[in-house]
């Protein structure tokens, strides 16, 4: 059996969408069969449509499948990537996990390898402690936390996070951001498949 990872997300503005597809396409890269999923959407469309650039990313990937607890139980892998507010997740990202008891309590997530990203608007916006507290459910599920730690000179490259990949929201991706993410993919791939 090969790793089938699920790269689930949740975007606002298009950061951790863009994250997401960077992820997913390494880990294809590097041998996995993956899903590309967002997470529904928990704020009520008027207020989507209200703001341009929210309203904008929602219909630049109306194509993206919805994920549900079917593609959880599918994955033997997962990514999460998800924008810091106010030092946590997102709230929808929130939603989605907690919608996840069922598979949780029959032992669905015990031995397998998770990693997770994040973003948010400034440097010090709460993206390790965000990354950092979704690693305390992981911990609650029996999965394997696989944080890219200080594993690849990218990782210092892009910023210096070893629990995982994180963004500041409006600034450019660069190389280094991307061989960072690339690197994270490859490495759960690689973790997941020892697992396996």
Do not use: C
């Amino acid at each position: 059996m090969g790793v089938r990872l699920a790269v689930i997300y949740y975007s606002t503005y298009g950061t951790n969408h863009q994250m997401a597809s960077v992820a997913a396409e390494a880990a294809r890269a590097a041998g996995a069969e993956v899903r590309l999923l967002k997470v529904a959407e928990t704020v009520p469309a008027e207020v989507v449509a209200g703001v341009e650039a929210w309203k904008t990313q929602a219909d630049r990937t109306a194509d993206v499948p919805v994920a549900n607890v079917d593609d959880i139980e599918w994955a033997n892998a997962y990514l999460f990537s998800a924008p810091t507010r106010f030092g946590v997740m997102a709230s929808q990202m929130r939603a989605f996990i907690d919608s996840l008891g069922g598979f949780w309590a029959k032992g669905g997530f015990a031995n397998k390898a998770v990693s997770a990203m994040s973003s948010a608007q400034n440097t010090h916006g709460g993206q390790e402690g965000t990354i950092l507290s979704f690693y305390a459910t992981v911990m609650h599920w029996g999965g394997i936390v696989v944080a890219p730690g200080y594993t690849d000179p990218s990782i210092y490259k892009a910023g210096g996070n070893p629990y995982g990949y994180s963004h500041t929201y409006g600034t450019e991706f660069t190389e280094d951001h991307l061989a960072a993410i690339r690197h994270q993919a490859r490495r759960l791939v690689t973790v997941a498949g020892k697992l396996i």
